[in-house]
């Protein structure tokens, strides 16, 4: 029989935030409403994502740990973007300069609401009025993560709108495979022949540049470079589900798939959790673990050379990713 979800804690609006569980062989995975976060994730028992079993850390230090974020993810240049011919101010939650992650009121801060759960899977919905934080249109957002019975995660995410708008969503979550301090025992390959450069704002500069002969050539294994905070452009589309990555350290290999045209892959250079401790009982530091955020390519709002991110009225939108644990042999 199926757990109900368990309370967690109380949202900042005084609402239940609810933990729900679900397994599939020797893969355990929890899931709180408070973002439609991935806060667990383990294979034999040994966690294997970064978390905390405090609440209260994500609103504070672990902001977005696990969290599903947007409406956009990523920065818009700032804060600012023209749609139909009309323009649209943002919220500039990031340093006063960018929209980050769908700005104060994105998805990573909302309180999802758990629509079904069962033994392997577990589904969230939300519901974001149209006006909030400067996106136009209102959205019918669901996020459903699944075990498949080899121990896969897939998460999809679904949505419409009322209104022409933009939409492109992400996972947010922070992979540390041997749960050590750092990141050195890691090794890297990403599906790119190119990235995208960036200024000091971390908004993309110029076309996609080749990752040969740079820190992102990650088309070879090998360790993250500790201040990497990038795209790398996986397609000029979206829709099919592709390989994007391999992650691999600790007798494990993680294989990430998605249908998403770019890969955020950020090295964790500025995460510290204190004073909240994550699964292993100690905080986490600087490079404690990698987020792999399938995605569209960022301030793709303003930049009609990269994949387009409209969402219009009448169009479903879907993204599918997957995430798969094995040891290897």
């Given at each position: 029989?199926?757990?109900?979800?368990?309370?967690?804690?109380?949202?900042?609006?005084?609402?239940?935030?609810?933990?729900?569980?679900?397994?599939?062989?020797?893969?355990?995975?929890?899931?709180?409403?408070?973002?439609?976060?991935?806060?667990?994730?383990?294979?034999?028992?040994?966690?294997?994502?970064?978390?905390?079993?405090?609440?209260?850390?994500?609103?504070?230090?672990?902001?977005?740990?696990?969290?599903?974020?947007?409406?956009?993810?990523?920065?818009?240049?700032?804060?600012?973007?023209?749609?139909?011919?009309?323009?649209?101010?943002?919220?500039?939650?990031?340093?006063?300069?960018?929209?980050?992650?769908?700005?104060?009121?994105?998805?990573?801060?909302?309180?999802?609401?758990?629509?079904?759960?069962?033994?392997?899977?577990?589904?969230?919905?939300?519901?974001?009025?149209?006006?909030?934080?400067?996106?136009?249109?209102?959205?019918?957002?669901?996020?459903?993560?699944?075990?498949?019975?080899?121990?896969?995660?897939?998460?999809?995410?679904?949505?419409?709108?009322?209104?022409?708008?933009?939409?492109?969503?992400?996972?947010?979550?922070?992979?540390?495979?041997?749960?050590?301090?750092?990141?050195?025992?890691?090794?890297?390959?990403?599906?790119?022949?190119?990235?995208?450069?960036?200024?000091?704002?971390?908004?993309?500069?110029?076309?996609?540049?080749?990752?040969?002969?740079?820190?992102?050539?990650?088309?070879?294994?090998?360790t993250p470079d500790p201040g990497?905070?990038?795209?790398?452009?996986?397609?000029?589309e979206r829709g099919t589900l592709?390989?994007?990555?391999?992650?691999?350290?600790?007798?494990?290999?993680?294989?990430?798939?998605?249908?998403?045209?770019?890969?955020?892959?950020?090295?964790?250079?500025?995460?510290?959790?204190?004073?909240?401790?994550?699964?292993?009982?100690?905080?986490?530091?600087?490079?404690?673990?990698?987020?792999?955020?399938?995605?569209?390519?960022?301030?793709?709002?303003?930049?009609?050379?990269?994949?387009?991110?409209?969402?219009?009225?009448?169009?479903?939108?879907?993204?599918?990713?997957?995430?798969?644990?094995?040891?290897?042999?």
């Amino acid at each position: 029989m199926t757990d109900a979800p368990a309370p967690f804690g109380t949202a900042p609006d005084g609402s239940p935030v609810k933990i729900a569980k679900i397994t599939a062989g020797d893969v355990t995975a929890r899931v709180m409403s408070w973002g439609a976060s991935l806060v667990d994730f383990r294979l034999g028992g040994v966690p294997l994502v970064l978390g905390c079993d405090a609440f209260d850390a994500y609103l504070g230090p672990m902001r977005y740990f696990g969290a599903i974020v947007g409406p956009v993810a990523n920065r818009i240049a700032g804060g600012r973007m023209v749609l139909g011919g009309q323009r649209h101010d943002l919220d500039r939650n990031d340093a006063g300069r960018t929209t980050l992650h769908g700005g104060s009121d994105g998805f990573g801060t909302s309180n999802w609401r758990i629509v079904d759960l069962t033994d392997s899977s577990v589904a969230l919905a939300l519901h974001r009025p149209g006006g909030l934080g400067g996106f136009p249109g209102s959205l019918e957002v669901e996020a459903r993560y699944t075990l498949d019975e080899g121990g896969a995660l897939t998460l999809d995410i679904a949505a419409t709108t009322d209104r022409e708008t933009v939409f492109a969503p992400a996972f947010h979550g922070y992979w540390s495979l041997d749960g050590q301090p750092d990141l050195g025992g890691h090794r890297l390959t990403v599906a790119a022949e190119t990235y995208l450069p960036v200024d000091s704002a971390k908004i993309p500069e110029g076309a996609p540049q080749p990752v040969a002969r740079t820190v992102f050539d990650h088309r070879t294994p090998r360790t993250p470079d500790p201040g990497i905070d990038h795209n790398f452009c996986l397609s000029t589309e979206r829709g099919t589900l592709r390989h994007a990555c391999t992650l691999e350290a600790g007798g494990l290999r993680l294989e990430v798939s998605s249908t998403e045209p770019g890969l955020q892959v950020y090295a964790g250079a500025k995460i510290d959790s204190a004073p909240f401790p994550g699964h292993g009982g100690a905080p986490h530091g600087p490079n404690a673990g990698i987020a792999i955020e399938p995605q569209g390519w960022p301030d793709a709002v303003n930049r009609p050379d990269f994949p387009p991110v409209v969402l219009r009225r009448g169009e479903p939108y879907r993204q599918t990713s997957r995430f798969a644990v094995t040891r290897i042999d």
